[in-house]
């Protein structure tokens, strides 16, 4: 089965029981977070959608980042060791709650998972909302 990551931003998640069966719900996927200030902290949500690594039989371990254009680290969950269960998914799912990241700046920034040393990335945005020139 062919590797596949994605990554997606958003302003909330939300996680329902719905007869017994948990619901995740990806609220308002972004590929801009909008603000009033530059510098700001932003509050928002990751979630890593994995597909065709083995979590079944084998130990991976895996590491987010949220990076700035020179490569400044800004947020890290450092190197997280996930053990074999035979209770994981063919899709498995990461879902993160980032609290109050300092942004220093508008532009490009990059969300860098790492899952046994391979890296994917995606890239979001910052942006000052209504500048007044």
């Known amino acids: 089965m062919e590797k596949r990551v994605q990554i997606i931003i958003s302003n909330g998640l ?3 029981d719905i007869n017994g069966v948990i619901v995740n719900k990806i609220i308002e996927p972004v590929l801009v977070l909008g603000t009033k200030f530059i510098p700001t902290t932003l509050s928002f949500n990751i ?3 994995i597909q065709g690594y ?3 039989n084998t130990n991976n371990n895996i590491k987010l980042e949220v990076v700035d254009e020179n490569g400044d680290v800004l ?3 450092g190197d997280v ?9 063919k899709n498995m ?3 993160l709650d980032i ?6 700046y508008e532009g490009d920034y990059s969300v860098i998972f790492t899952i046994n040393q391979e890296k994917y990335e995606h890239i979001f945005s910052v942006e000052q909302l209504n500048k007044t020139r």
Do not use: G, P
Request: aromatic residues 6%; glycine residues 0%.
């Open 14 to 16: 939300e996680t329902e």
């Open 47 to 49: 979630t890593v959608l």
């Open 54 to 56: 083995d979590f079944i």
């Open 75 to 77: 947020h890290s969950t």
């Open 81 to 89: 060791d996930i053990e074999k269960s035979e209770e994981a998914m």
């Open 93 to 95: 799912r990461i879902m």
């Open 99 to 104: 609290k109050n990241t300092e942004f220093l």
